[in-house]
């Protein structure tokens, strides 16, 4: 989620904003912090619950496996010396596909949530995107930069941070621009 409002303020609005209107030496710049837009409005906690929520199912998955693998190690534990070779052998191989499934089940969660998570920023940059080109026109801004992220910016003055403000015009368009 970090890198959506590196990827939509930075450079959408950087480039369409600096290059789109004519170079002056009064360019209005502001700066929004990113990381407030998506932990204080609607879109950023909805987006942040449906990640959450699978990777809470993803850990029950695990959380039932390993239970399932360590109630086997206990078994074998218990038995050992109680079970003929043929009955270990098995039990040994049951617990090898218990945690190779464990391990699978593991990099699937990983590359699934890596993936929702790309895509979660996909769906925000097109909610935010707008809605960002809107706030710059209706303010008369010709830049605006993501406070959180300020890779390149040497200075600005906290005056320029107008945050609230479009978090407040997210928060009220919620209703209007979500699916």
Request: negative net charge; without cysteine.
């Amino acid at each position: 989620m970090r890198t959506t409002t590196s990827l939509l303020v930075g450079a959408a609005m950087f480039a369409s904003a600096v290059f789109s209107t004519p170079q002056s030496t009064n360019a209005k710049i502001v700066f929004i912090d990113g990381d407030s837009v998506l932990t204080g409005s609607e879109i950023g906690r909805v987006s942040r619950e449906r990640l959450e929520a699978e990777a809470v199912r993803w850990q029950e998955t695990l959380n039932e496996q390993t239970a399932e693998l360590e109630a086997l190690q206990r078994q074998r534990q218990d038995q050992a010396l109680t079970l003929n070779e043929a009955a270990l052998a098995r039990l040994n191989q049951d617990i090898e596909e218990k945690q190779v499934l464990a391990q699978r089940t593991n990099d699937d969660a990983r590359r699934e949530l890596e993936r929702m998570e790309q895509q979660i920023t996909i769906d925000v940059n097109e909610q935010l995107g707008p809605l960002v080109e809107r706030f710059a026109a209706d303010n008369g801004y010709d830049v605006i930069f993501d406070s959180s992220r300020a890779q390149g910016v040497l200075y600005f003055a906290n005056s320029t941070i107008v945050t609230t403000e479009f978090l407040a015009l997210v928060n009220s368009s919620v209703g209007t621009s979500q699916n």
